[in-house]
């Protein structure tokens, strides 16, 4: 791992030389490469603040904040609700727009699934978002559809939340 560190800073000082009037002069490397120098993982002092910055922003993968995340799945979990509300309304794809559009808005919760999974990691994403959908849809069942509701169900409930909070508190830490 070290060697091949060591071969990838090479390149890098090797493609950051400019040639001015014919001198090869040195130029300052990406903070990635200073990182890299330095067999701790600590940045210079002068780079300390720019990375302290970041962090402060949590800036992750694509440049999306983890709270952005956060509103992108529950973006995914609202139209994941109104996918199945439409699936109960289509009876089966008999009715044609409500069939289209549960195909059209589970589409749409797929994709900000997936967005979301830029800045959350995959187990807690996918444990949040399946357990606010079948919390949320085992309430609408009760108040919308006037399935039974029993104790078996609110402990269901229960525990469905105690785990996810469980899960996003793990995330936070």
């Known amino acids: 791992m070290a060697r091949c560190a060591r071969g990838?800073?090479?390149?890098?000082s090797?493609?950051?030389?400019?040639?001015?009037?014919?001198?090869?002069v040195?130029?300052?490397?990406?903070?990635?490469a200073h990182i890299m120098?330095?067999?701790?993982?600590?940045?210079?002092?002068?780079?300390?603040?720019?990375?302290?910055?970041?962090?402060s922003w949590q800036l992750l993968r694509g440049g999306m904040t983890t709270r952005t995340g956060w509103l992108i799945l529950f973006r995914a979990t609202a139209f994941?609700?109104?996918?199945?509300?439409m699936m109960h309304k289509a009876q089966g794809f008999s009715r044609p727009l409500p069939s289209f559009l549960a195909v059209l808005f589970y589409g749409a919760s797929f994709y900000?699934?997936?967005?979301?999974l830029r800045a959350l990691e995959?187990?807690?994403?996918?444990?949040?978002?399946?357990?606010?959908?079948?919390?949320?849809?085992?309430l609408v069942g009760i108040v919308l559809f006037n399935e039974k509701a029993t104790l078996t169900k609110a402990f269901g409930i229960g525990a469905i939340m105690?785990?996810?909070?469980?899960?996003?508190r793990d995330m936070s830490e």
Do not use: K
């Open 8 to 12: 990838l800073l090479l390149l890098g």
């Open 14 to 24: 090797v493609s950051c030389m400019s040639a001015e009037n014919g001198v090869r």
């Open 26 to 32: 040195p130029r300052p490397l990406p903070l990635a």
């Open 37 to 55: 120098r330095d067999p701790t993982g600590v940045p210079p002092p002068s780079l300390r603040s720019t990375r302290a910055s970041l962090q």
């Open 80 to 85: 994941e609700l109104l996918s199945t509300a």
């Open 112 to 116: 900000s699934f997936n967005l979301s």
């Open 122 to 138: 995959l187990s807690v994403a996918y444990a949040v978002w399946s357990a606010v959908v079948m919390a949320t849809l085992s």
């Open 162 to 168: 105690f785990g996810t909070i469980c899960l996003s």
